[in-house]
């Protein structure tokens, strides 16, 4: 069966460029004109994954977001947005957004990044085996395993580093005692750097891991992400736990 992916986006000639491209892709593709239409679309029929324009009359793309977060919907969201500050996008992850694009865009970067978010909501082979990541030191670093630095239950699938605490079946996760809300992609990247703490992982591995393409030297999407992150993860008073390493990648440690 195709994967399906409900479009909307109000302008109708990226609309229908969007519609044909996808659907010569090999998507099942719904395209709408506004927000008000997607909702009603997602409510009748669930798609595999959601693009949704920011800016559209009515209803925009973020209110889309937050009303399906809000009925408990973790369908993947991939927003199109012409507004390129950071507040911008900080904007549409705080609304629940998995992942953004851009305008003007290459078609292509929007079918990776679409192929990248169904990839993490498909379920994993049972013999399905993770693969090993290169990290600027040379080591081979197994990630989404138990890493070396990093602690795991068994019995409840936890991990543990740096006083974080994740449990992987519930998808929640705590600094100490207090619990930190994430969304789908924090939450993944934060397992990755949890699983591989005190190993510097470069932009690329990270980029392959999480997103399953790299995206190039000039993409702000990890800086994006990590950023978030920090906001949710840091205390007064409290070490930082993500550190950047300048012109190579980040690395969680409790200094």
Same mark, same amino acid.
């Given at each position: 069966? =195709?994967?399906?992916?409900?479009?909307?986006? !109000? !302008?109708?000639?990226?609309?229908?460029?969007?519609?044909?491209?996808?659907?010569?892709?090999?998507? *099942?593709?719904?395209?709408?004109?506004?927000?008000?239409?997607?909702? #009603?679309?997602?409510?009748?029929?669930?798609?595999?994954?959601?693009?949704?324009?920011?800016?559209?009359?009515?209803?925009?793309?973020?209110?889309?977001?937050?009303?399906?977060?809000?009925?408990?919907?973790?369908?993947?969201?991939?927003?199109?947005? #012409?507004?390129?500050?950071?507040?911008?996008?900080?904007?549409?992850?705080?609304?629940? #957004?998995?992942?953004?694009?851009?305008?003007?865009?290459?078609?292509?970067?929007?079918?990776?990044?679409?192929?990248?978010?169904?990839?993490?909501?498909?379920?994993?082979?049972?013999?399905?085996?993770?693969?090993?990541?290169?990290?600027?030191?040379?080591?081979?670093?197994?990630?989404?395993?138990?890493?070396?630095?990093?602690?795991?239950? =068994?019995?409840?699938?936890?991990?543990?580093?740096?006083?974080?605490?994740?449990?992987?079946?519930?998808?929640?996760?705590?600094?100490?005692?207090?619990?930190?809300?994430?969304?789908?992609?924090?939450?993944?990247?934060?397992?990755?750097?949890?699983?591989?703490?005190?190993?510097?992982? !470069?932009?690329?591995?990270?980029?392959?891991?999480?997103?399953?393409?790299?995206?190039?030297?000039?993409?702000?999407?990890?800086?994006?992400?990590?950023?978030?992150?920090?906001?949710?993860?840091?205390?007064?008073? #409290?070490? *930082?736990?993500?550190?950047?390493?300048?012109?190579?990648?980040?690395?969680?440690?409790?200094?």
């Amino acid at each position: 069966m =195709p994967q399906t992916v409900l479009l909307a986006e !109000d !302008d109708r000639a990226i609309r229908h460029a969007l519609e044909r491209a996808l659907t010569l892709e090999g998507y *099942q593709v719904t395209a709408v004109a506004d927000g008000v239409e997607a909702l #009603a679309q997602a409510h009748r029929t669930p798609p595999d994954v959601l693009l949704l324009d920011v800016m559209m009359p009515g209803i925009d793309g973020l209110q889309v977001c937050r009303v399906l977060r809000a009925e408990g919907d973790r369908t993947p969201i991939l927003m199109l947005t #012409a507004l390129v500050e950071t507040a911008d996008r900080i904007a549409g992850l705080d609304a629940g #957004a998995d992942d953004y694009v851009v305008k003007p865009f290459d078609v292509e970067e929007v079918f990776a990044r679409l192929r990248a978010l169904l990839r993490r909501t498909s379920p994993v082979p049972a013999n399905g085996i993770p693969g090993a990541l290169s990290t600027t030191s040379g080591a081979s670093v197994d990630v989404l395993r138990e890493g070396p630095q990093s602690t795991t239950s =068994p019995a409840d699938k936890q991990i543990t580093a740096a006083g974080l605490r994740m449990d992987l079946q519930a998808r929640r996760v705590w600094r100490d005692e207090r619990e930190l809300e994430l969304t789908r992609t924090e939450f993944e990247l934060l397992e990755l750097l949890v699983r591989n703490a005190g190993i510097v992982l !470069d932009h690329s591995t990270i980029y392959d891991r999480i997103w399953g393409y790299d995206f190039g030297p000039g993409s702000k999407n990890l800086a994006v992400y990590v950023g978030y992150l920090r906001r949710k993860l840091d205390e007064p008073g #409290a070490p *930082q736990l993500i550190h950047t390493v300048r012109g190579v990648g980040y690395v969680l440690r409790e200094d």
